[in-house]
């Protein structure tokens, strides 16, 4: 049974007001204090907040989902716990390698199988197209029913296969699939190729290859790529810093045309992720009409992610400006940044220093001695010559085409070095490298800073205490119980403002 609120008059004052307290009390029991009812709001469940077909069609209990955060920090045990929990996690593949997320797939199918639903991440790699096609070819062949795709700047050929493959036509003649793709978007235009159908010479391609029927070829000409499309707004990692109250409403504007445009027969559920650090934002944009949430900077502070304990523990004193945005690994010579934690580690000017001498420079040997020694001394803590011996080991191993381009381009081999720095200081803070505290790179966006200041006081203040599960709990249900205080006052109810400020507590 949950807490009902009982509306209220109060003669001698003639004011209206509402009785919410602390006990748990049937509706039809009278508010104490002999004051006439009035009315009742009836419960308002977490699991009632998002749209019903997220859940139907997910078999989730709650239409939340847990991000995949990079490098495996949105580890198999996190994603096996919200699947358990009733919630939908998303491992994180990006920036693994292969063989690294076959042994993931391996962990998912064991514990969860097709019981509990669960996905993994697809990542654009435009410098390694090669490996972006080989991932989405090992999950359609393993059997995953859910990929996030995201840092997608146009559909690809390995997106548009893992949506296609597997499409058919039920008893009644609707089309079914076997893959749902959850496109991560930040921009309208990405958004628009991903509602609509996918592009009939993609299309035609993959057939010719033999990589798809001809007859998923022409159902996916009636369906869009992704039929969950997560907005995302200003986020750790990569993001394009948008305002959620902007983006959001603008996504799903466009979600309407593109259907009415298309004829779909069922809806796209747009979804609402970054800065959900706090039970008012969830409630917000569940408000605004997202079809479901996505949590990612919180959950990278959960005892279940990939992230070190020091590392960890540097995001629970973050505040809402301590925040930066750097030099992506990924997408280095794009100029594509990352939002990055800037409290307790030096990373993100580092890293920028590097990407100034990139554009500066036309190779390593261009760079003045005085200020190749400050790289080397300051941000890399080796030569160039050995940071390059390292590089070139790991990319004769992972692809040595690369290495033979480097030889052939002195920008490109200048590239792949100051990489190294971005890539590794991930690594180091994943392992906890002591030696290299200063330069940890932890994915950071402002909800974290948001979620510090929520929980300051409360168990949830602890960080061995910020398990996935309870960070997700206190998140839905305290964005229930606003969105209920809300639903009174909306209705001229005096409601007092204590009745929005849900402080989290242990929740099972």
């Known amino acids: ?3 009902v609120a009982h509306v209220v008059r109060d003669g001698a004052a003639g004011r209206v007001g509402v009785a919410l307290g602390g006990e748990m009390v049937p509706a039809s029991r009278p508010v104490a204090g002999a004051l006439p009812l009035l009315a009742t709001l009836p419960a308002l469940y977490p699991e009632w907040l998002g749209d019903r077909s997220f859940c139907e069609v997910h078999r989730v209990r709650f239409a939340y989902v847990v991000g995949e955060m990079a490098n495996g920090i949105a580890t198999t045990r996190m994603v096996i716990a919200a699947a358990r929990a ?13 063989e690294r997320v076959e042994r993931a797939l391996d962990e998912l199918t064991s514990a969860l199988g097709d019981e509990l639903p669960w996905g993994v991440n697809l990542i654009h790699s435009p410098n390694e197209p090669e490996l972006e096609e080989r991932v989405a070819d090992l999950l359609i062949r393993r059997g995953v029913a859910r990929v996030s795709a995201s840092a997608f700047m146009a559909l690809t050929p390995a997106v548009v296969r893992y949506a296609a493959s597997g499409l058919s036509l039920d008893a009644s003649g609707r089309i079914a699939r076997k893959h749902h793709v959850f496109a991560k978007i930040s921009r309208s235009e990405v958004a628009r190729r991903f509602m609509a159908p996918a592009p009939a010479e993609m299309l035609r391609a993959l057939v010719d290859r033999g990589l798809l029927t001809p007859a998923e ?25 948008q305002a959620l109250t902007a983006l959001l ?31 008012g934002a969830v409630a917000a944009a569940y408000a605004m009409g997202a079809a479901y949430v996505l949590t990612g900077s919180v959950n990278q502070a959960a005892v279940e992610s990939g992230l070190s304990e020091p590392g960890r523990a540097m995001l629970a004193q973050a505040d809402l400006a301590d925040v930066i945005m750097a030099p ?14 800037k409290r307790g580690t ?56 690369e290495v033979t381009r480097c030889e052939a381009d002195p920008r490109r081999k200048m590239a792949l070095v100051f990489r190294w720095y971005l890539g590794k200081a991930s690594k180091w803070a994943i392992d906890g490298e002591p030696s290299r505290r200063a330069d940890y790179q932890v994915w950071c966006g402002p909800a974290m800073g948001a979620f510090n200041a929520w929980t300051r006081g409360t168990f949830l203040a602890e960080p061995g205490n910020r398990s996935v599960v309870q960070i ?17 006052r909306s209705y001229g109810v005096a409601v007092p403002p204590d009745a929005f400020d849900f402080r989290p507590r242990p929740l099972g």
């Open 472 to 488: 997700g709990l206190n998140l839905l249900e305290g964005a229930a119980v606003i969105t209920r205080a809300q639903q009174l």
């Open 217 to 241: 070829a022409e159902l996916a000409a009636r369906v869009p790529v992704a039929e969950d499309i997560t907005v995302e707004a200003d986020s750790g990692g990569h993001t394009d810093n």
């Open 249 to 279: 409403p603008t996504i799903l504007s466009l979600r309407d045309e593109m259907s009415a445009k298309h004829g779909y027969t069922r809806p796209i559920r747009v979804g609402a992720a970054g800065g959900l650090g706090t039970p």
């Open 346 to 401: 030096m990373f993100g000017v580092r890293a920028a220093k590097l990407y100034d001498a990139y554009v500066k420079y036309p190779s390593l040997s261009a760079i003045p001695a005085e200020e190749r020694a400050r790289l080397e001394g300051d941000v890399l803590h080796a030569t160039f010559d050995e940071v390059w011996a390292d590089t070139r080991t790991f990319w004769q191993k992972r692809d040595p085409s």
């Open 1 to 3: 049974m949950r807490q």
């Open 86 to 98: 009733g919630m939908l996690g998303f491992f994180g593949a990006a920036g693994l390698g292969f």
């Open 328 to 341: 992506a690994a990924d997408m280095f010579e794009l100029g594509v940044k990352v939002q990055v934690l």
